[in-house]
Structure formats: C-alpha cells, structure tokens
C-alpha cells in the first residue's frame, strides 16, 4: 500500500496537529500496518509522537473509530492517545510515540518469555463495558450458538497479536487495538498459538509455550475446539493464506491427538479422547 506524505495531507489536517502539538519539525512515513492510510512519526518541541491517518471515505474509516473510541479501557500496555480530531476528511489519532522493535515469534526467540508474560497481564484485563461486539456476536456467522458460548467472557481481546502488532523495547507493548472485542481471558492466547506455528512452531510446541499463560490452562477443550472452527469459517473469507495453513496444522494436531489419546498442552491439562 502506498503512503501519503506529510505533504500529501490536506492544510487543515496539517494545521490541526499543529495546534495540538506544536510546530512539527519533521515527519518519518511509516510502511507498516494496513489500519490506516497513512502513518508517520513526527518530531515536536516536546519529543516525537505518532501519528496515524484514516480517510474517512475509505475503507478503515470503522476501525479507525473504534480504536479511538475504546481509548479509555485500555491497558498501560497499550500506547497513550494523546489527541484525536476530524477534519478535512481524515480522522487522525495522536499517540505517545513507543520506542522498540517488532516481535519475533520465531523458535528459539528471546521475546517468546515476554510475550507470554504480556498474554498473562492481557488476560487479566476485565472490560465488561467495552463498547464492542462481544466474540459470541461477532462470530455469530460463523459457528452454532452453543459452541460460541464457549468463548464468552468479559476479557478485553485484542484479536490480533501478529508480530508487527507486538512492540518489544523497555517493556512490550501492544498496538493497533482495531479489532477488540470481548470474550473469554484464553483467547488472545490462542489466537498467539497459530501465529507461532506459522512462524515455524509444531502445533504441539505452539501449545507447550501456551501453556505458561495461565488463563490458556482453563481453557477447555471444547472451547478451543470451537474457537479453531469458528476462525477457520471466518479465515476462509478474510484470513490470509498463511494464517489459513497454520490454522489448519493446528486442527490438525488437535484432530489427531483427540483420535489417538496423545497429551496435548490445553484444555485444562486434560489429554484428548
């Protein structure tokens, strides 16, 4: 995708950043993220910010808006909004600017401790007044109502931990909060688990690593059962087609594991039968 240029955006977009930081020095064009149409990092008097831009006849105009509107339930592990306006056609959102660099999910990696340290912290984290559509709603085409109650809860979830959506430097941190919802406290967790075998792990040292995470270990196993068979519905409209592969290793396993009575790390440390 490509991106504007700080002089690409409309003078009155320009000018109402400019009241709400000060004169900009510069402004760093950042590639990463399909959230927005343009993103950048700006240098102020008082240090630099980020800066993210959603045209509002575009087509994330609905994500921009619920990551602006869910601000105030967030985690400190989530990037301070420092400001957020509409004009000229662009919904902008300014935020505390986060030093450090994207996560490796790779086998062996150093950031694999942190991040399960993260999940923990994540799962702790109760929203019942979030104002989004809960996992049950959200999914309700894609799955049968009473394997979608399996997934209920009023944990904050955030859907969608890839490794650029990750930020590792004194402390992690989590971006892009598009895609909330709420639901049960595992389910971060598992989303993690297939992004970890499409990043080289077996599904069954996916789960081993998962299950660091406390919350993963309540998880039962038709729960998670239900969870694999609702995104993979949803996957096969919207998901990418490595997401898809290493969704499917993982029911896979789980389908192997439930016909041969092999340990699996889930569901409560109770093995398949």
Same mark, same amino acid.
């Given at each position: 995708?490509?991106?504007?240029? $700080? %002089?690409?955006?409309?003078?009155?977009?320009?000018?109402?950043?400019?009241?709400? =930081?000060?004169? &900009? *020095?510069?402004?760093?064009?950042?590639?990463?993220?399909?959230?927005?149409?343009?993103?950048?990092? =700006?240098?102020?008097?008082?240090? !630099?910010? *980020?800066?993210? /831009?959603?045209? =509002?006849?575009?087509?994330?105009?609905?994500? @921009?808006?619920?990551?602006?509107?869910?601000?105030?339930?967030?985690?400190?592990?989530?990037?301070?909004?420092? /400001?957020? *306006?509409?004009?000229? @056609?662009?919904?902008? =959102?300014?935020?505390?600017?986060?030093?450090?660099?994207?996560?490796?999910?790779?086998?062996?990696?150093?950031?694999?401790? +942190?991040?399960?340290?993260?999940?923990?912290?994540?799962?702790?984290?109760?929203? #019942?007044?979030?104002?989004?559509?809960?996992?049950?709603?959200?999914?309700?085409?894609?799955?049968?109502?009473?394997?979608?109650?399996?997934?209920?809860?009023?944990?904050?979830?955030?859907?969608?931990?890839?490794?650029?959506?990750?930020?590792?430097?004194?402390?992690?941190? +989590?971006?892009? $909060?598009?895609?909330?919802?709420?639901?049960?406290?595992?389910?971060?967790?598992?989303?993690?688990?297939?992004?970890?075998?499409?990043? /080289?792990?077996? #599904?069954?040292?996916?789960?081993?690593?998962?299950?660091?995470?406390?919350?993963?270990? %309540?998880?039962?196993?038709?729960?998670?059962?239900?969870?694999?068979?609702?995104?993979?519905?949803? @996957?096969?409209?919207?998901?990418?087609?490595?997401?898809? !592969?290493?969704?499917?290793?993982?029911?896979?396993?789980?389908?192997?594991?439930?016909?041969?009575?092999?340990?699996? $790390?889930?569901? !409560?440390? &109770?093995?398949?039968?």
């Amino acid at each position: 995708m490509t991106r504007l240029r $700080w %002089e690409d955006l409309p003078p009155p977009v320009r000018e109402a950043v400019t009241q709400c =930081l000060g004169e &900009v *020095f510069s402004a760093d064009p950042v590639q990463q993220g399909a959230g927005s149409e343009t993103a950048f990092v =700006l240098h102020t008097h008082t240090g !630099r910010v *980020f800066l993210k /831009g959603v045209e =509002l006849d575009g087509p994330n105009t609905g994500m @921009g808006r619920i990551e602006n509107k869910i601000q105030p339930y967030l985690p400190s592990m989530a990037p301070r909004l420092m /400001g957020s *306006f509409e004009t000229a @056609g662009w919904l902008v =959102l300014l935020f505390e600017y986060v030093p450090g660099r994207h996560a490796d999910l790779s086998p062996g990696s150093a950031d694999l401790p +942190v991040i399960a340290a993260l999940l923990h912290r994540l799962s702790q984290v109760i929203r #019942p007044d979030l104002p989004v559509l809960p996992i049950e709603r959200r999914w309700a085409a894609f799955a049968p109502a009473p394997a979608l109650d399996l997934l209920r809860g009023d944990t904050l979830v955030h859907t969608d931990l890839t490794e650029a959506n990750i930020l590792i430097g004194n402390e992690a941190k +989590v971006i892009d $909060w598009a895609w909330p919802t709420r639901g049960a406290p595992w389910l971060d967790t598992a989303f993690l688990v297939v992004r970890l075998v499409q990043a /080289g792990h077996s #599904p069954a040292d996916a789960e081993r690593w998962a299950s660091q995470v406390p919350a993963w270990r %309540e998880a039962g196993t038709d729960a998670l059962h239900a969870f694999i068979i609702a995104w993979a519905a949803l @996957g096969e409209q919207r998901a990418p087609g490595p997401v898809r !592969r290493a969704l499917a290793r993982w029911a896979a396993y789980r389908a192997d594991a439930r016909a041969g009575g092999v340990p699996h $790390w889930g569901g !409560r440390g &109770v093995p398949f039968r």
